[in-house]
């Protein structure tokens, strides 16, 4: 420990130079910090406690990223991604599980609670890498991303019975059964905690930490709830990310989840680097050399048979291009699955060797992952193009002028369109569902398009400054949000129109530079109550 400034003066210094280097050539920073925690591992041979440090350090990376996410997902909106979470996820993780662990038992030829431990493994994902990457390119509330995420959650809450089923295996004395109790009331009782101090207490803390003025306050207020959300998890047997996760869930529930968003971004970046340093400080060069033709045919394999099942199951709920495009971001294998290879070996469940043949082959599979991710659409392309009688139509949407631009074709964007053809004015409805687009074109109406409104080129593409207006009626709130943030970089004399659910998203949405805000809540009840008082107006007559 006496060197913990030696080793983060070096992977800084070297972490940085590298980067550097690196984006000149447009390489993302993820594959930067893994070669540097390769290079200090194997050049400076620091201590195994050393090592130690830093991991206990990393993990906080993913805790912060985790916080984020869950600030990004309400209760609301977890409850509406159910079908990706609960459907989605179960059958990733089970047939994963029961495919690895066949091909571990008859291919390699390892006992059944060996094979049961790889295979279990091997189903998980990276969450740190996967969902920081669609955080940078703005995906994760992409079809896509939204399948990606929820069966990346699902995941991580699998963590915990494969964990226990590996104590299971070399505990004397405890039944399945008595596991199974004891996990599930301490599942009820941390939600339970979560749920009630984010409802009833969150709200008022932060109200009265804001009372102060001081943002240093406000700050570490936000880390004491990430940091005791994580360990109240922690304590009851679950992953700390899990806890941060709920815990950012419940701030989403406030009205101070951006401004604890936006303060905790360099904390997640810079502890997510330190993460992806520790992964590879993993590598054993050696064994590398030694196991490296094992190592390619794995790595190989486990992509291979990962992406294919993955795209298997999703093509029956989802297009075809959302499933192969969700099954590229989910073939490789997970930071977690490291965590069940080291308690596997300290149980000698698995041998050293097969240890360090699995993390390299997960370790080079995660460094893959970037390349991959940043170039999903033009692979995705090679396999499944997109309907080409969409991209030719969207083409000629540049020769619009003087037309209103219509985001969502949901009840309220046909309403609208309705009454748009009855007075002949010129409109062009975005929609990103292609299967709505489809049936539309079926039924006659050729200015719809099959495109993404949250995409600045998208907007530009049809001439959002020369447009009479631009109507937002999606359903989604982060995707209305994402729309009027790219709205407001255009021209601002671009007449913008966005319908909200509430008084404070109309806010957030008005402090974006948003002219025109509907609020359908406060529309409705203005109307209910005119329509009561014409009722009663019309009572006192009689």
Sequence with gaps: MENALLILIITISISTILNVFLKKFDIPTVIGYVVTGFAISSIFHFAEDSKEMLSHLAEFGIVFLMFTIGLEFSVNHLKRMKKEVFIYGTLQVVLSGLLFTFISLSVFGLDIRSAIVIGSALALSST????????????????????????LLFQDLAVIPILLMVSFFTSDTESVSILLLETSASAIFVFLILFVIGKYFLEYFFGWVMSTGSEEIFLVAVLLVVMGASFLAHVFGFTYSLGAFIGGM??????????????????????????????????????????????????????????????????????????????????????????????????????????????????LSMILTPFVLKNISKVADI??????????????????????????????????????????????????????????????????????????????????????????????????QLICENIVSFNSNVNSIVNVNNTTEAEVIAALGIKHIINSRDTIADMLAAEALACHLQLKKE
Aim: proline share 1%.
């Design 128 to 151: 740190a890498i996967v969902l920081k990457i669609l955080n940078d390119n703005n995906q994760i509330h992409s079809a896509y991303g939204r399948n990606t995420l929820g069966i």
């Design 250 to 363: 419940m701030i989403a529930e406030t009205k101070y989840r951006y401004r604890v968003e936006t303060d905790l971004i360099p904390f997640r970046d810079i502890l997510l680097g330190v993460f992806f340093v520790t992964i590879g400080m993993m590598i054993d060069w050696q064994s590398l050399i030694h196991y490296g033709y094992i190592i390619l045919g794995l790595l190989i394999g486990i992509i291979l048979i990962k992406s294919l099942l993955i795209f298997g199951i999703l093509q029956f709920f989802v297009q075809k291009r959302t499933a192969l495009k969700t099954s590229l971001a989910l073939f490789q294998v997970g930071e977690f699955s490291l965590a069940v290879f080291a308690l596997a070996r300290s149980y000698d469940l698995i041998t050293d060797e097969l240890n360090q043949i699995m993390i390299i082959t997960v370790v």
């Design 383 to 480: 396999f499944h193009k997109e309907p080409v009688v969409l991209r030719d139509r969207a083409l000629i949407g540049g020769t619009y002028k003087d037309h209103i631009i219509v985001c969502g074709y949901g009840s309220i964007g046909q309403k609208l369109v309705k009454i748009f053809k009855e007075r002949n004015l010129l409109y062009v409805i975005l929609e990103h569902d292609v299967k709505v687009v489809d049936s539309v074109l079926a039924k006659g109406e050729e200015a719809i398009y099959f495109a993404n409104a949250a995409q600045k080129m998208v907007l530009s593409h049809f001439n959002v400054n020369h447009a009479t207006a631009i109507i937002v009626t999606i359903e989604n709130e982060i995707q209305r």
